[in-house]
């Protein structure tokens, strides 16, 4: 079992910067692939970055170059640094995990954080 506990969601102006934080609990941490996905009212939940422990990072096109995906093994804990956030960016962002040995592959979410983006 998996615990995963997020925060750093907000209202920032767009053009503005927040860093999201997700600790993980529960597994070893290095086994853990870790992701951001958000969701908007009425619409399918989308990846927006993951993480591997060897430093593989995978980003939606839609963030390319303005969020960065990045993880602290000593505190069990993955980031996400948004920049230049836009209104689109407004969602319900969830941080996601699982373990690369089980199978099959059982996600584990945390209860996300809100990041409303507005002036």
């Known amino acids: 079992q998996v615990e995963l506990v997020e925060s750093g969601g907000g209202l920032v102006q767009p053009g503005g910067s927040l860093r999201l934080a997700c600790v993980a609990s529960?597994?070893?941490?290095?086994?853990?692939?870790m992701g951001w996905y958000r969701q908007d009212p009425g619409k399918q939940r989308e990846l927006v970055a993951v993480?591997?422990?060897?430093?593989?990072?995978n980003d939606a096109d839609f963030v390319k170059g303005r969020f960065t995906i990045s993880r602290d093994t000593i505190k069990r804990t993955v980031y996400l640094q948004m920049n230049n956030l836009k209104p689109e960016d407004t969602a319900v962002y969830y941080c996601?995990?699982?373990?690369?040995?089980?199978?099959?592959?059982?996600?584990?979410w945390g209860q996300g954080t809100q990041v409303t983006v507005s002036s």
């Open positions: 996601n995990a699982f373990d690369i040995r089980v199978r099959p592959r059982i996600d584990y």
């Open positions: 529960g597994s070893i941490f290095s086994r853990l692939v």
């Open positions: 993480s591997t422990d060897g430093g593989i990072t």
